[in-house]
């Protein structure tokens, strides 16, 4: 009987035991955050252009070290209006037509900064350009985040910081190819280009769909529906984003019409900084620490001092010639870009604590190292071939740990953690902190390192990085893998470690016993 059983039932081969393949990368999604995500190439650019263009500017300009560190840190400053004001804009008018505007800002100060005739038309310029930089930076991660499948969107939010890297890289670039023209044309040139980027992402963008999740807030259930169709990976996923979507937004799930009246208060955001500073739920207080708390350290760990004043750290560090600190830069670009390509890939892998607490572990080491090789050299009377190598070594192993890490996972982690009718306004409140700390940053650089030497900065910068790891390991609870409606289940307790740390447990047993059942499953196929 057990025989005819078993002659009658198909034949199994050890490959049916095989895990199911996960599906391929949604090519839709992918398309729709490359095209969001390059809007923050103007922000790299115009930080990469400038730590170059500031030595032609200042000799051409005859301008003080002081009017050098407004000039090149008050972009960051600028761009909070921007910042501030994207939330309430990409609420009013869109995801989509928020980042056309963000383009139309820049390249109006791009030319400005292009023609400027002076320090006073330069500075306008900068305060333009600033405000489409805050617009860009605050919508790009929010955009990829609501279009992006749960699956990938580490890998996809990720992507602004990429870009972010790859503008850096061509303003080095940029300075170096235009070092050579006269010296009235050439830094003009370097700033005036930078337009030319910011009217294709404007026309390109017209293409893109809009963000589901704010065509559910404004009762286009339809309109939000075809989008999630393309943006899942299943037809399946799309109806449970969607229900998730409507659950979020207060929406019946019963409601189906494709065209349904919605609150307006809800869709206007009234209320929504009360939530958020006034009298906010201690799950949303834990969320506003956690969101703020990660931009406020991703600068004020110094990586804008090295991307913006590397020729003069280089300088410090012994380099006199002008053409070798821009090659130098652009080195430190190369490895800063290449870095960030490589976290895109693990941010969905290995979760985001492991490679920010990883991240930041190395940065306080290189970051000591480099103050502690700057300080050789500023107290040596002749030249540490040593010491320059190391310093100059120290530098590109400290952007490579920030690009591996808290630099992306910054952006992925802070446009992902916020409630739905929170999110604009919560991210444009990250991204403010961020711009405001990278502005004191890099406005107070160079008055900093000689108020307490080159190599006391970066002892400070190492000094802060550790009080940044310790508060991502108490505070950032792991986001991998979830939904965005889900978020606020993980936040708000204060065991959230220690459970965290039990589910990993259970997960690691499941998938032991699945593996001992799979080599069961396999000798019993041998047997038969």
Same mark, same amino acid.
């Given at each position: ?73 008050? &972009?960051? %400053? ?10 309430? /804009? ?48 605050? #919508? ?27 503008? %850096? ?51 286009? &259930? ?19 984003? &969607? ?45 506003? %620490? ?19 004043? $590397? ?38 892998? %290995? ?38 190598? &190391? ?12 690009? #591996? ?17 929170? =999110? ?19 406005? /107070?650089?160079? $008055? ?5 030497? #080159? ?62 059942? =799979? ?10």
């Amino acid at each position: 009987m057990a025989g005819a059983e078993r002659s009658n039932q198909q034949p199994k081969s050890i490959a049916d035991f095989d895990p199911q393949k996960k599906p391929k990368r949604n090519k839709y999604a992918f398309a729709c955050a490359i095209l969001a995500s390059m809007t923050s190439i103007l922000l790299g650019y115009d930080i990469g252009v400038m730590s170059g263009a500031a030595i032609f500017i200042k000799e051409d300009l005859k301008i003080s070290d002081v009017q050098v560190e407004i000039l090149v840190g008050t &972009l960051n %400053i600028y761009s909070l209006v921007g910042s501030a004001a994207a939330g309430r /804009t990409s609420d009013w008018i869109g995801r989509r037509y928020t980042i056309v505007l963000a383009a139309a800002i820049f390249f109006a100060g791009a030319l400005l900064m292009g023609f400027s005739t002076n320090y006073a038309f330069l500075m306008v310029g900068r305060f333009v350009a600033g405000i489409g930089v805050g617009y860009a930076l605050m #919508i790009a991660p929010v955009y990829t985040a609501e279009v992006s499948p749960a699956s990938t969107r580490g890998f996809l939010t990720s992507f602004p910081e990429v870009f972010i890297n790859g503008g %850096i890289l061509l303003g080095y670039v940029s300075n170096f190819a235009l070092s050579k023209l006269s010296l009235r044309l050439g830094w003009r040139m370097m700033l005036g280009i930078g337009a030319i980027p910011s009217v294709f992402l404007g026309l390109v963008i017209l293409f893109m769909p809009e963000s589901p999740r704010w065509l559910v807030m404004q009762g286009k &259930l339809g309109d939000a529906k075809k989008v999630l169709d393309k943006t899942s990976d299943s037809k399946e996923e799309a109806l449970l984003r &969607l229900a998730d979507i409507k659950e979020a937004a207060g929406i019946p799930p019963e409601c189906n019409d494709d065209v349904i009246s919605v609150q307006s208060k809800g869709n206007r955001g009234e209320g929504v900084w009360k939530e958020l500073l006034i009298r906010p739920t201690p799950v949303v207080r834990h969320i506003l %620490i956690a969101g703020v708390g990660i931009h406020f350290f991703q600068q004020a760990s110094g990586i804008d001092a090295v991307v913006l004043y $590397s020729p003069r750290i280089f300088e410090k560090a012994g380099i006199t010639s002008s053409n070798q600190m821009l090659l130098a830069t652009i080195a430190v670009g190369v490895v800063k870009t290449i870095s960030i390509l490589v976290a895109t890939f693990f941010l969905d892998r %290995i979760g985001r604590r492991p490679l920010l607490l990883s991240s930041v572990g190395g940065m306080i080491v290189s970051l000591t190292t480099l103050g502690f090789s700057l300080t050789i050299i500023d107290h040596s009377h002749k030249k540490l071939t040593w010491a320059v190598g &190391l310093a100059i070594t120290t530098v590109m192993s400290f952007v490579a740990f920030f690009s #591996i890490g808290l630099g992306p996972i910054t952006w992925v982690y802070s446009s992902e953690i916020f409630p739905l009718k929170l =999110r604009a306004q919560g991210t444009s409140m990250g991204v403010a902190i961020n711009r405001l700390t990278s502005g004191v940053i890099s406005t /107070t650089f160079i $008055s900093l390192y000689k108020a307490m030497t #080159i190599g006391g900065s970066f002892f400070l910068f190492a000094g802060i990085a550790l009080v940044a790891w310790l508060f991502f390991y108490m505070c950032l609870p792991e986001t991998q893998g979830r939904n965005l409606e889900d978020m606020e289940g993980i936040f708000g307790n204060l065991n959230w470690l220690r459970d965290s740390k039990a589910a990993k447990k259970r997960a690691a047993d499941n998938r032991s016993n699945s593996g001992s059942s =799979r080599a069961s499953n396999v000798q019993l196929v041998v047997a038969l």
